[in-house]
């Protein structure tokens, strides 16, 4: 995109604006140029780059088979859409665990190959060594906490996270941990309403809540979810916008229909 173009971009720093004038944060993912061309023309604020490109994209059932270099690919055809959005893109499971150096040169690589504007990495103190480094190299941090699904095997399960006394307070640790370390903004994925606005209150940096009530700072969903392209997938947290399943359904029996009747192309669809 060009140097000279006139729209004011969304950063880090409009979200820490919007969180202190109350104004609330609206954030989508998307995983391909066509996509992410009308979600950021439609004015969403922050882009996500997510790892559950695992799932709705290429079919795994969890998050953990998505490489580093997929996620780029992804990442890269999102930026080359995207004129005004924040683009976050996770690091992929494997890409910062554990190893605080691996961490930064994954977060280096995402930046240098996508030109995305941030990373996001699930978990909380245990992770704070690498978050630290990356943060370091001037690369801003999305945290996430709660129902995390690259630890998916650690769960057992995707429930709601943090309806425990023990869970919620580790939570809140993690949260103050997040934020002190410096991370811009935090996801907080099924939990509790009443926790998530607590936590919300509690720090000064954005908290996006997806099946975290309505006292955070803004919202995240999937794209394929709330377009309703998938129709099995139903949780009390996702408000579905449209039906695309049906709708796209309806458009290819339509066209199958018009092939084999010989009605596709007519004589003004030709040349
Ligand atoms: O990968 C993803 O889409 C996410 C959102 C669910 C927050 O992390």
């Not at 930064?104 to 699930?122: F, N």
């Not at 998938?230 to 199958?256: D, W």
């Amino acid at each position: 995109m060009s140097v000279h173009s006139n729209v004011k971009k969304v950063t880090t720093h409009t979200l820490h604006e919007m969180k202190n004038a109350g104004k609330k944060i609206s954030m989508l993912t998307a995983y391909d140029f066509s996509m992410a061309r009308i979600v950021d023309e439609a004015g969403i604020d922050v882009i996500l780059v997510g790892d559950s490109a695992s799932n709705v994209m290429a079919g795994h059932e969890t998050t953990l088979p998505i490489t580093l270099d997929q996620m780029i690919y992804h990442a890269a055809s999102v930026v080359r859409a995207v004129k005004r959005s924040l683009v976050v893109v996770d690091m992929p499971f494997g890409s910062y665990q554990g190893n605080s150096k691996e961490a930064l040169s994954s977060a280096i690589k995402i930046m240098k190959e996508t030109g995305g504007h941030a990373v996001k990495m699930e978990g909380g103190q245990e992770i704070i060594e690498s978050i630290g480094r990356i943060l370091t190299a001037g690369i801003p941090v999305m945290g996430h906490l709660g129902l995390t699904p690259q630890s998916i095997y650690k769960f057992g399960t995707y429930v709601v996270r943090a309806k425990e006394e023990e869970e919620a307070q580790r939570l809140i640790d993690d949260a103050k941990a997040l934020e002190a370390v410096g991370c811009f903004a935090i996801v907080l994925e099924k939990i509790p309403a009443q926790l998530a606005a607590q936590v919300a209150k509690m720090v000064s940096i954005p908290i996006i809540g997806i099946g975290a009530g309505n006292g955070v700072d803004g919202q995240v969903l999937v794209v394929h979810d709330m377009l309703g392209i998938n129709n099995e997938f139903n949780p009390r947290f996702l408000r579905k916008y449209n039906n695309l399943h049906e709708q796209m359904m309806n458009s290819f029996q339509a066209y199958i229909k018009d092939v084999q009747s010989g009605d596709f192309p007519n004589e003004s669809e030709q040349y």
